[in-house]
C-alpha cells in the first residue's frame, strides 16, 4: 500500500520494493505556486516593496516608509512583517524602533518581484517614446516626468504628471495637447502638464512643488532641468 511518512518535515512516497521518493504536500506546492500571488496580493504590499526597492540600500523605520509609501503606520507594520515571514525583507530593533531593509539574497526578490518590476518600469519608456516627437519645437526647453510615477506609487486613477520647460506657453500647450492624445490611445492614461517658464523655473526653482519634482524625475526630452538651474545661477 502506497502511503506517506516524514522524516524531519521532509516527506516522502513509499513505493513497492520499500523505495521511496520526495512528495511535498498538495498544500506546500500550493503555497509555493502562490508566493508571488500572495506578496503582491495587495496594493499596500506592492507599494512598500516598490519604495522599498525605489531606494534601495536605505534603512528604514517603519515610520518612515509608512510617509515615505504614504501608506498609514498599521499597514506597513502589517506588511513588513509578511516581507519579514518571507525572508523578503530584514527587520533590526534599534531601540525601541524597528529598522527595515530589503533582503538582496532573497531568491524571490531576484528572480521574480524586481523582473515584473522591471518590465513595469518599461511602460516609463514606451510612454517616452510615445510623446517625445510631440514636443520637437525650439521653444520646447525640457520636458519631464514626474510625481507617483517616478516614486513607483501611482495608483490606478493617476495622471501622468508632466514637467514642461517652455520659452512659449501657447506652443507648450498645443505640443501637451497632442502628447496627451496620444499617450491616453495608447496607454489609457491622462496627463496632468505643469508648463512653465524657463526663466520662472530657474527664479522659483527653491519653490516647494520644483524642489519636489527635482529630487525625483525622468527626462523625457531637451535639457535637464537641475542642469537649466544650474546654468541659470551661473548667469546671473
Not at 516522502?12 to 508566493?35: E, T, V
Not at 514626474?146 to 490606478?156: A, T
Amino acid at each position: 500500500m502506497v502511503g506517506l511518512r516524514s522524516s524531519s518535515h521532509v516527506w516522502y512516497k513509499k513505493l513497492p520494493y520499500g523505495r521511496f521518493f520526495y512528495h511535498p504536500p498538495a498544500g506546500l506546492l500550493m503555497a509555493l505556486n502562490d508566493y508571488v500571488t500572495n506578496i503582491l496580493g495587495s496594493k499596500a504590499n506592492v507599494r512598500v516593496l516598490k519604495t522599498l526597492l525605489h531606494h534601495r540600500g536605505k534603512v528604514f523605520t517603519i515610520r518612515e516608509l509608512a510617509r515615505t509609501a504614504g501608506l498609514s503606520h498599521p499597514e506597513v507594520s502589517r506588511v513588513v512583517k509578511e516581507l519579514e515571514k518571507r525572508g523578503i525583507a530584514k527587520l533590526q530593533p534599534v531601540g525601541r524602533a524597528q529598522q527595515i531593509s530589503l533582503n538582496d539574497e532573497s531568491y524571490v526578490l531576484k528572480s521574480m518581484i524586481e523582473p515584473l518590476f522591471r518590465a513595469e518600469k518599461n511602460t516609463v519608456n514606451s510612454l517616452i517614446s510615445t510623446i517625445k516627437p510631440f514636443f520637437r519645437d525650439s521653444r520646447i526647453v525640457s520636458v519631464a516626468i514626474f510625481g507617483s510615477m517616478v516614486r513607483g506609487l501611482e495608483r490606478n486613477t493617476s495622471d501622468i504628471d508632466l514637467l514642461v520647460i517652455a520659452k512659449d506657453r501657447e506652443v507648450a500647450n498645443e505640443c501637451v495637447a497632442r502628447a496627451s492624445s496620444a499617450a491616453f490611445s495608447r496607454f489609457g492614461v491622462a496627463m496632468s502638464p505643469l508648463i512653465i517658464e524657463e526663466e520662472r523655473f530657474i527664479r522659483e526653482h527653491d519653490r516647494e512643488l520644483e524642489k519636489s519634482i527635482l529630487e525625483s524625475y525622468i527626462l523625457a526630452y531637451g535639457k535637464d532641468p537641475k542642469e537649466i538651474v544650474e546654468g541659470g545661477k551661473a548667469s546671473r
